[in-house]
C-alpha cells in the first residue's frame, strides 16, 4: 500500500528562521514520483515540486530546498529564512503506477510570524 | 499559459438539493482531468478523474457523479446533496499519465445545510 506521512501537523516559527517540513514515504513500487504542494488560505494547491525516483539529487529554488533520501523513504522540505507569505499548509504527496493516483499526507500547517 | 477556472466559489445549499459545480480549462488539449473533496483540516481525497471526453473514472462510491462533456470542461454533480457533501471541492489537470504534476483550480467551497 501507498502511504504518506506528514508527522508535524503545526509549526509556528519566527519570520527569519529556517524551517524543515518531514515526509516519510512507503510503498514498494521502484518507480514512483514524491510532490510538495502549497495551500495558501486562499485554498488553492499550488505546485512546487516533482522528484522521481531514480533521481536523488537534492534540489534548491530561491529559499527552498529538498533533501530526497530513498534509504530512509524521507522527502524533506526547508524553507530558508521563512517570511509571513510562506505560512501555509503543506502537503507532500506520491504517485506510483500501483495506486494510479496521488496519495496525499495529512500536510503541516506552516505558521510564520513577525 | 494553462489557466482552469471552477465555479461558482462559495455554494451554500440545502440537503436534498441537486448540485452542478463546473471547471473548465484553457491553454491545453486533451488534459488528465480530477475532482477532489478536502474535508476540514483534512488532506485531498480523489473523487474522480477523466482521461478523455465522456470517460469517467469513480474512485469513491458516492452520490456524486462526474461528466466530461467537452475536452477541457468537467461537470460535478448530484442529484440531492447530503450533510456529508460539505468540503471544498477542486478541480485539477495534468498532462497524460498520472506521474506528471497536477495543477489545481481556486477551489468551491460547499456548504450543505
Known amino acids: 500500500a501507498q502511504k504518506v506521512t506528514q508527522a508535524q501537523t503545526e509549526i509556528s516559527v519566527v519570520e527569519k528562521e529556517d524551517v524543515t517540513l518531514d515526509c516519510v514515504y512507503e510503498?514498494?513500487?521502484?518507480?514512483?514520483?514524491l510532490f510538495w504542494y502549497k495551500q495558501p488560505p486562499s485554498g488553492e494547491l499550488v505546485f512546487l515540486i516533482r522528484?522521481?525516483?531514480?533521481?536523488?539529487q537534492n534540489e534548491i529554488s530561491g529559499r527552498y530546498s529538498w533533501n530526497f533520501q530513498k534509504s530512509t523513504s524521507s522527502f524533506n522540505f526547508t524553507i530558508t529564512a521563512s517570511q509571513v507569505v510562506d505560512s501555509a499548509v503543506y502537503f507532500c504527496?506520491?504517485?506510483?503506477?500501483?495506486?494510479?493516483?496521488?496519495?496525499f499526507g495529512t500536510g503541516t500547517r506552516l505558521q510564520v510570524m513577525l | 499559459s494553462q489557466t482552469i477556472h471552477q465555479w461558482p466559489a462559495t455554494l451554500v445549499q440545502p440537503v436534498g438539493s441537486p448540485l452542478s459545480l463546473e471547471c473548465t480549462v484553457e491553454?491545453?488539449?486533451?488534459?488528465?482531468l480530477y475532482w477532489y473533496r478536502q474535508a476540514a483540516g483534512r488532506g485531498l481525497q480523489l473523487l474522480f478523474y477523466?482521461?478523455?471526453?465522456?470517460?469517467i473514472s469513480s474512485e469513491v462510491p458516492q452520490n456524486l457523479s462526474a461528466s466530461r462533456p467537452q475536452d477541457r470542461q468537467f461537470i460535478l454533480s448530484s442529484k440531492k446533496l447530503l450533510l456529508s457533501d460539505s468540503g471544498f471541492y477542486l478541480c485539477?489537470?495534468?498532462?497524460?499519465?498520472?506521474?506528471?504534476?497536477?495543477?489545481f483550480g481556486p477551489g468551491t467551497r460547499l456548504t450543505v445545510l
Open positions: 485539477a489537470w495534468s498532462g497524460d499519465g498520472g506521474y506528471n504534476e497536477q495543477f
Open positions: 510503498t514498494r513500487d521502484t518507480t514512483y514520483y
Open positions: 522528484r522521481n525516483s531514480f533521481d536523488e
Open positions: 504527496v506520491l504517485y506510483t503506477g500501483t495506486a494510479s493516483k496521488l496519495t
Open positions: 491553454g491545453t488539449s486533451n488534459p488528465n
Open positions: 477523466s482521461v478523455g471526453i465522456g470517460q
